[in-house]
T-cell receptor, first 116, second 113 residues
Framework: AQKITQTQPGMFVQEKEAVTLDCTYD???????LFWYKQPSSGEMIFLIY??????QNATEGRYSLNFQKARKSANLVISASQLGDSAMYFC?????????????FGKGTSLLVTP | KAGVTQTPRYLIKTRGQQVTLSCSPI?????VSWYQQTPGQGLQFLFE???????NKGNFPGRFSGRQFSNSRSEMNVSTLELGDSALYLC????????????FGQGTRLTVV
């Protein structure tokens, strides 16, 4: 079963506007971590933001913030003041602890295009 | 602080050959995990190493293997390459305890012809 769901295959946003990328997750663990990564066409996965399941405050990193709604199992990424360089694939991921270690489960990704 | 380094960046191999990819984690990170990314299957977890031991393994055939050295550097090996092994292979490093950030290298793009 898919553990991370990103329902938006593609999104458009105008430069300087804010955009929200959706992510819902499924886990029965109490302790887990949620991540957002950006992948430009070069292929490198760039870490953006992290939210731990026990963190009470929503994570923020510069123009990125994570809207964490634990009861709804959602972890949406908000990018404020979009820039042309934000055009890329964005992946939501969850890290659960199996009995024998960690693994990241990724969603299918959302392609974001920022237009002038 | 140096990031995660993967070598080589690009590889072209023939079906049936084997290949070894390398990953040097961020200094101080002792957990290294590997992922395969293809257009059809997306990002899939291959395996994770910590203290030179494989701690976790994804659902891949035995042709995919790896190891980790005492300095935390890791290698993955794919034997008897198939066309479907063409992919971007990414490694990530992190602290092994607790839920903390994982940082990725630039990846190795493998093409099997």
């Amino acid at each position: 079963a898919q553990k991370i769901t990103q329902t938006q295959p593609g999104m458009f946003v105008q430069e300087k506007e804010a955009v929200t990328l959706d992510c819902t997750y499924d886990t029965s663990d109490q302790s887990y971590g949620l991540f957002w990564y950006k992948q430009p066409s070069s292929g490198e996965m760039i870490f953006l933001i992290y939210q731990g399941s026990y963190d009470e405050q929503n994570a923020t990193e510069g123009r990125y913030s994570l809207n964490f709604q634990k009861a709804r199992k959602s972890a949406n990424l908000v990018i404020s003041a979009s820039q042309l360089g934000d055009s890329a694939m964005y992946f939501c991921a969850m890290r659960e602890k199996d009995d024998s270690g960690y693994a990241l489960n990724f969603g299918k990704g959302t392609s974001l295009l920022v237009t002038p | 602080k140096a990031g995660v380094t993967q070598t080589p960046r690009y590889l072209i191999k023939t079906r049936g050959q084997q290949v070894t990819l390398s990953c040097s984690p961020i200094s101080g990170h002792r957990s290294v995990s590997w992922y395969q990314q293809t257009p059809g299957q997306g990002l899939q977890f291959l395996f994770e190493y910590f203290s030179e031991t494989q701690r976790n393994k994804g659902n891949f055939p035995g042709r995919f293997s790896g190891r980790q050295f005492s300095n935390s550097r890791s290698e993955m090996n794919v034997s008897t390459l198939e066309l479907g092994d063409s992919a971007l292979y990414l490694c990530a490093s992190s602290f092994p305890e607790g839920n903390t950030e994982a940082f990725f290298g630039q990846g190795t793009r493998l093409t099997v012809v």
